[in-house]
């Protein structure tokens, strides 16, 4: 989609931080971190949400998932505990339309979330 930042990101068209990147997910650094860990994982495909990434592909959706395992690992915050949450829609608070999972931890997260 041409007017899509993360796809805009994938294409290397605006800089990110890249933490981590495989054949299919790109995962960097949010730029208003909520966590001192604030890492986003996206499939480099563009589908608007979690529930289209669930049916568009076989596997994509794994892809995502161990993705954001890794990014965890490597920051330090996978033996500790860190939270994975995809925001689905504007009043779940989703502002960019291309899927992507958040990678949260390096503090104690509270539950339930705001």
Do not use: S
């Not at 779940?92 to 899927?99: D, E, K, N, R, S």
Request: glycine share 8%; proline share 6%.
């Amino acid at each position: 989609m041409t007017d899509c930042l993360f796809c805009k990101i994938v294409a290397k068209e605006i800089p990110a931080t890249v933490v981590l990147e495989t054949d299919r997910t790109l995962a960097f650094r949010d730029l208003n971190p909520q966590a001192p860990t604030h890492v986003l994982v996206i499939p480099k495909e563009h589908h608007a949400n979690a529930a289209e990434l669930a049916v568009a592909d076989d596997g994509l959706a794994d892809d995502v998932l161990k993705t954001a395992h890794e990014v965890a690992v490597r920051e330090g915050v996978a033996e500790t505990g860190y939270r994975v949450v995809f925001n689905t829609g504007p009043e779940a608070g989703q502002t960019v339309f291309h899927v992507h999972a958040h990678v949260l931890g390096g503090r104690n997260l509270t539950w339930p979330p705001g």
